[in-house]
């Protein structure tokens, strides 16, 4: 089992800048892909940013076309910890954001997500 806990979320301005964090506990995340998921009101869930390990020491990174070029995803393996650096962020930004951890499949696929933390809501007004 592993725990996830997401936080960082917040109101902030068009334009700004914000960090998440997800927080894991109970099993190291060094085994999963870990990804970045939001969920807008009246909206689907969708995918957002996920890192992939490979197996070594290289990690891949995989972003949502919304969000390429202004978010970047990392990971600390030894903190057991996952980020989401967000920037020139927009009012479309706007969600629930989740983590979730994945033993393998697509990245970009809810379904291949074992765990997945409660949410942190990400607020950007105009």
């Known amino acids: 089992q592993v725990q996830l806990v997401e936080s960082g979320g917040r109101l902030v301005q068009a334009g700004g800048s914000l960090r998440l964090s997800c927080a894991a506990s109970g099993r190291s995340i060094r085994s999963y892909g870990m990804g970045w998921f939001r969920k807008a009101p009246g909206k689907e869930r969708e995918f957002v940013a996920a890192t992939s390990w490979t197996g070594g020491s290289v990690y891949y990174a995989y972003y949502a076309d919304s969000v390429k070029g202004r978010f970047t995803i990392s990971r600390d393996d030894a903190k057991n910890t996952v980020y989401l650096q967000m920037s020139s962020l927009k009012p479309e930004d706007t969600a629930v954001y989740y983590c979730?951890?994945?033993?393998?499949?697509?990245?970009?696929?809810?379904?291949?997500?074992?765990?997945w933390g409660q949410g942190t809501q990400v607020t950007v007004s105009s």
């Open positions: 979730a951890a994945s033993p393998g499949g697509s990245y970009s696929a809810p379904l291949s997500y074992d765990y």
